[in-house]
């Protein structure tokens, strides 16, 4: 996981993307479920690639038996702002891969910090 | 922690308060913080109190060290409808008690499903 957190923190998609399986099912829980490799990629990008920094904040971090649970704070520097989410997130792990990630946030939360809304 | 669930489920307030410190924080993440016993029971009352019926069931739930995080779907039947709630909880728990509890959730998924709303 760490790893994984330090790929995402680098803006490293390649990195991260190795470390997750290839039918990965990534949900956002308030917003939807993506399935697989390259439609996850599409799914970060936007964020990864548009953020001029990135900081994953782990606050807590329990794993055991293939799950593991985190409470972090996600933090995206935009222009001259950070766009911080509270986030807690749960994910599956199998030979070394993640193969389930749910991230549960407040959608609202999150989508008030972005330029042009609120 | 299967106690205090299971003091949740059972709507038995008092027993459930029991299982908290004195000064317990209780954060619902999107809404706000609530601090010490009273405060959390007039927090819980309501919706406890208001539903005929309350199942947490626990999706996954990893502990070390004094922090225990959990992944629930939280439902509370409230006349003939029951309200879900897909929640990701922190808790710390000293001396046998919790002492802060943090619940990540949508607040819009849960109020869009409160009688009279949307």
């Known amino acids: 996981m760490t790893a994984f957190i330090d790929a995402i923190e680098r803006q490293d998609l390649d990195a991260a993307l190795d470390l997750v399986a290839q039918d990965l099912e ?6 939807s479920v993506v399935r697989g490799k ?8 936007p ?25 972090r704070l996600d933090r995206f520097r935009m222009g001259d702002h950070w766009i ?9 792990v199998s030979d070394d891969r993640i193969s389930v990630w749910r991230d549960y946030f407040d959608l609202e939360q999150f989508t008030s910090q ?3 809304v609120g």
């Open 38 to 45: 390259d439609n996850v990629r599409q799914a970060l990008e």
């Open 114 to 116: 972005l330029p042009g």
């Open 47 to 71: 964020l990864l690639v548009g953020a001029s920094e990135v900081q994953w904040q782990v606050l807590a971090q329990v794993a055991s038996k293939g799950v593991v649970l985190n409470e």
């Open 84 to 92: 911080e989410v509270r986030v807690a997130g749960v994910f599956h």
């Open 26 to 31: 990534y949900e956002n829980v308030p917003i």
